[in-house]
């Protein structure tokens, strides 16, 4: 009666969240079939060993001592990868049929372990914005098998890292890159000024650091970046693939957000060129008015 109660009440947290069809279906109950196109979407994965898992894992999660927004953010991430799952099943999407849901005794499946990561790194996230994309992270694993396991952990691990702005960073550099649709800055900045602006060159220079980004030229630091030299690479282009960072989730801070980070991108944000309220310079990093 607990386990049952604690299942209603992460479903009930998601549906408060999210405010949509995920939050519909999550209210209805998790892991039971609804009416309409809904149902034979939550029905897809019915029985399945992937249902089973996040049955597993996520009532395993709920006996935690969890607050009211961990509850919530954890319900979310929860019912968002079983749809997103469910969506793949009934669009004849085959998932991956090596060992990743294989458990053994005293060793439990890859797919079990990553969900328990994902769910536990949205109930510590104070960002919640980064929910969906986690959820992303984890449905699109489930149907890649040349990720494996170490690899699995190892871009949770990243995810978990980046901030909400530097997924949105990821999302429109590799959407500029992809598409051309916007000049990206074709020199150094050399300086770069204003909090904003030394944020956002801050957050790109530490996922270049990360081999996240790449760049054909050096960048000794934040203000020494050349946006039109980026590009990503290794796990920063797996990233942008399984979290789907070519179409985010819409709300009001993200407009603001892209606007920042679009105008940093192709250098429209201020003019670098001088000024005595430099907030950053190539090749001594050097902290001033940052007004």
Partial sequence: MEKRSKRQSLATAAGEYAGSVTG???????????????????GAMAGTVIERTLEKIGSEVSRRLLGPSEERRVGYALEQAREIISQKLAAGEQPR??????????????????LEGVLIAAQKEYEEKKAPYLARLYANILFHPEVSRPAANRLLK?????????????????????????????KPYRQVRGLENVAIASEIYEMYRMSLIGSSEVALDAAGINPSALSLIGYGAKLFELMELCQLEKDDELVDVQKTVVGFLMGKNLDCSTGEDAGINAGRTKWRNLG
């Fill in 24 to 42: 519909a279906i999550a209210a209805a109950g998790v892991g039971v079939a609804v009416g309409g196109d809904a149902g034979t979407v939550i």
């Fill in 97 to 114: 049929a090596d060992k990743f849901f294989d458990s053994a005794p005293g060793d439990r499946s890859a797919a079990e372990e990553l």
């Fill in 158 to 186: 990243l995810a978990n890292q980046l901030t909400y702005r530097q997924l949105v960073i990821l999302s429109n550099l590799g959407y500029m890159l992809q598409t051309g649709s916007s000049p990206l800055k074709q």
